[in-house]
Nanobody, 121 residues
């Protein structure tokens, strides 16, 4: 059973940067693809980014060019660097792990508890 814990969220101004971290325990994170999702109030959870076991990445159109996913298998962790933040990036951000790389949250086996990112305009 893999446990995931996100950190690094906070309140920032538009244009600022944040770096989210997701630490894994109870399993080897390197054996999984890791996804980042977000959920704003009243909206469904949406795909943000994925980093595969081989560190290939893919992003939603809304964050492409601004967000960067990375991983450090030695630390059993993945990261999401978020630059040029916009008001519409405000949401709870979740990391998740899957053996089947996908953009659908239903294909993810393990989830963190989420971390709040609030961007003031």
């Amino acid at each position: 059973q893999v446990q995931l814990v996100e950190s690094g969220g906070g309140l920032v101004q538009a244009g600022d940067s944040l770096r989210l971290s997701c630490a894994a325990s109870g399993g080897i994170f390197g054996n999984y693809a890791a996804g980042w999702f977000r959920q704003a109030p009243g909206k469904e959870r949406e795909f943000v980014a994925i980093i595969t076991r081989g560190s290939s990445t893919s992003y939603s159109d809304s964050v492409k060019g601004r967000f960067t996913a990375s991983r450090d298998n030695a630390k059993n962790a993945v990261y999401l660097q978020m630059d040029s933040l916009k008001f519409e990036d405000t949401a709870v951000y979740y990391c998740a792990a899957t053996r089947t790389p996908a953009v659908s949250p239903t294909l993810y086996d393990y989830w963190g508890q989420g971390t709040q990112v609030t961007v003031s305009s």
